[in-house]
C-alpha cells in the first residue's frame, strides 16, 4: 500500500497544471449568461489537464489497466458533456446529460463489482430514491424519465467506487477513499445541478457545482493511480 505522503510527492507535481487551470476558471468567471467557445475552453480546461494526468504516467500504464483507461475515457466524455452544458439554455441542457451519463457508467465498470457490497447499495438506493421524489414535482416531459435514470445510473457509480472502501486493517488503500470522496462529490454537484434547475434557485449554485465537479473529477483521476488491478487479473475476474 502506498502510504498518502508519498502519494503527495509523486502525484503532486502532475496536477499543479489542474490547480492552475482550475484557477483560471474562478479567477475568469466568465458569465454563464454569455456562452462561446471561450467559456468552454476555459471550463473544460481543468478536464484536458486530468487527462494529461493520466498520460503522464505513460500510455503503457493505461493499457496495462484497464480500470484506468475507463477512467480516462469517462473524462473524455465530461469534457464533451462540460462543452455542451456551456448551451445548456439553447437546448443542449439533454446533450450534456447524456454525456455524463455514459461517463457514470464508465466509472462504475472502472470501480468494478467486487465486492458487491449490497447494504451499501441498498443505502445508496434508497438515498438516490429519495432525491428523485424531491426532484419529481419539478420534472415534466422527457425529464420526468431522463432524470430518474441518470439518478439511477450516478447512484450506481456511487455506490460502486464506495464500495471497495475499508478505512481501517490491511485492505486499506488511499485509491479507494479517492474514489468514494470523488463519487460523493460528483453526486452533490450534480444534485445542486438539478435542484437548482427544476427545483428551487440554489445560493452560490454555481460556485458550489464548480467547485465540487472538479474536486470530484480529480479525486477520481487520482484513484486510477494505483490501479486496482492489472489487465491479467481484470481479465480473470470478468471470466469469473
Known amino acids: 500500500m502506498v502510504s498518502p505522503v508519498t502519494v503527495v510527492k509523486s502525484e503532486g507535481p502532475k496536477l499543479v497544471p489542474f490547480f492552475k487551470a482550475t484557477c483560471v476558471y474562478f479567477v475568469l468567471w466568465l458569465p454563464s ?31 496495462a489497466h484497464p480500470s484506468a483507461t ?15 452544458l456551456i448551451w445548456q439554455d439553447q437546448g443542449y441542457f439533454v446533450h450534456g446529460l ?27 438506493g434508497v438515498l438516490s430514491g429519495l432525491c428523485y421524489a424531491l426532484l419529481y414535482p419539478g420534472l415534466s416531459g422527457a425529464f420526468t424519465y431522463l432524470v430518474g435514470v441518470y439518478v439511477a445510473l450516478i447512484s450506481f457509480m456511487g455506490w460502486r467506487a464506495v464500495a471497495g472502501l475499508q478505512l481501517v486493517g490491511a485492505a486499506w488503500r488511499w485509491t479507494e477513499l479517492a474514489a468514494s470522496c470523488g463519487a460523493l462529490l460528483f453526486i452533490i454537484s450534480d444534485l445542486t ?20 465537479y472538479y474536486a ?19 481479465r480473470l475476474n470478468k471470466a469469473n
Open 193 to 212: 445541478i438539478a435542484l437548482n434547475k427544476f427545483c428551487f434557485p440554489v445560493p452560490y449554485s454555481r460556485a458550489l457545482i464548480m467547485s465540487t
Open 33 to 63: 449568461s454569455s456562452p462561446s467557445w471561450v467559456s468552454a475552453l476555459i471550463k473544460c480546461l481543468p478536464i484536458f489537464c486530468l487527462w494529461l494526468f493520466l498520460l503522464a504516467h505513460g500510455l503503457g500504464f493505461l493499457l
Open 216 to 234: 470530484a473529477q480529480m479525486l477520481i483521476a487520482l484513484s486510477a493511480v494505483e490501479s486496482r488491478e492489472p489487465v491479467e487479473d481484470y
Open 70 to 84: 475507463l477512467i480516462f475515457v469517462g473524462l473524455v466524455f465530461s469534457a464533451v458533456g462540460d462543452a455542451f
Open 98 to 124: 447524456l454525456m455524463f451519463a455514459v461517463t457514470h457508467m464508465l466509472y462504475a465498470s472502472a470501480f468494478g463489482m467486487r465486492p458487491l457490497a449490497l447494504r451499501t447499495g441498498l443505502v445508496m
